[in-house]
């Protein structure tokens, strides 16, 4: 029979990791949650029981997801009163001590994604990056996480937060500047599927010859006519003209 997991959390993450455990057998046992709206439809998806404290943490619960924001993931450590379960958290930044320093079985299930409600993933694509404070944990936490993933490897709370960093830089930095593009097409009344093709182009192309064989454009080229034309289109978006500069003159020192 395979492990009871909880969740501390009803967001984004636990849906989908809830999801995923259920598909992979596991049972669902128990979410809690201060959004009761949220936290009991998502048991009731699972017929999980409910609780909105977590002091009341079901003690035969085999994990113990805690997917609060990072900033209260040891604030809720300290709450929970068992010592049975595994713990676990999935931040990317957050240290194994913030669980370890309390618990004796704890665990990191850090899987490298952007995570929406109602969005499909292919969870087994999704690399996992696990810690453990003991060997008990860490077998624990791999046999599961190798249910989720194909792709599960070890990593130090040091790396992951730098891969945590890298991470934030080439996804949420990227998605903010698709927001910028969108802003200057919609000005001009054109849509930003124009530049879909584009993107997938330099993604596939960055990570088939690597991002500095793939760099393209008129920074690189030196090309200061466009640069210069492309400043004064941005005279009155001060904001995207700073980042526009910054990088562009990045790429001129690196090329």
Request: aromatic share 10%.
């Amino acid at each position: 029979m395979k492990s009871k997991i909880s969740f501390i959390g009803a967001g984004n993450l636990s849906f989908h990791l809830a999801n995923a455990f259920d598909l992979a057998g596991y049972t669902i046992h128990q979410i809690i949650s201060r959004n009761e709206n949220i936290g009991k439809n998502l048991a009731k998806k699972y017929s999980a029981f409910f609780d909105i404290n977590p002091e009341n943490i079901a003690e035969d619960s085999d994990f113990v997801f805690i997917t609060v924001p990072d900033n209260f993931i040891e604030e809720i450590v300290k709450k929970t009163i068992t010592t049975n379960p595994c713990f676990v958290h999935c931040a990317g930044s957050i240290s194994l001590s913030a669980i370890s320093n309390y618990k004796t079985d704890a665990a990191i299930f850090y899987p490298l994604q952007s995570f929406t409600k109602n969005r499909k993933l292919n969870y087994f694509a999704i690399p996992v990056f696990i810690e453990a404070s003991n060997n008990l944990a860490y077998n624990k936490i791999k046999n599961l996480a190798n249910d989720f993933s194909n792709q599960v490897e070890e990593l130090s709370s040091e790396k992951r937060r730098i891969l945590h960093l890298a991470a934030v830089i080439s996804n949420n930095f990227t998605n903010h500047l698709l927001s910028q593009s969108e802003h200057l097409l919609k000005k001009a009344d054109m849509p930003i599927k124009w530049l879909k093709p584009l993107l997938e182009e330099t993604v596939s192309k960055a990570f088939e010859l690597g991002p500095e064989q793939s760099q393209t454009g008129p920074a690189k080229r030196h090309d200061e006519l466009t640069i210069n034309t492309h400043l004064e289109i941005l005279q009155n978006e001060t904001a995207i003209k700073e980042i526009y500069k910054i990088i562009s003159e990045q790429i001129k020192a690196k090329y």
